[in-house]
């Protein structure tokens, strides 16, 4: 009967076990910065030009109702 070196076997079960969340801990790194790229990417294609006129805040009663119409008549059509 063949004798196991149980130094060498626990070694490298321990080796294994630490390498996987090596490698975990580098993807999630991986992932992180990615994400804070297309972050970024994403942020500047949100951002509307500067020469874009801004409508005013306050609508009037007619205008509020013009909307309110207009949102219904297109929800309904869909």
Do not use: C
Not at 20 to 34: A, D, H, K, P, W
């Amino acid at each position: 009967m063949e004798t196991i070196d149980w130094s060498y076997a626990i070694s490298t079960l321990i080796i294994r076990f630490v390498g996987i969340f090596v490698v975990l801990g580098v993807l999630q790194v991986i992932m992180q910065i990615s994400g804070r790229i297309f972050t970024h990417i994403d942020a500047k294609k949100d951002r509307p030009p500067p020469d874009i006129v801004r409508p005013k805040k306050d609508l009037t009663q007619e205008e509020a109702a013009a909307v309110a119409t207009a949102l219904y008549l297109h929800e309904r059509n869909d």
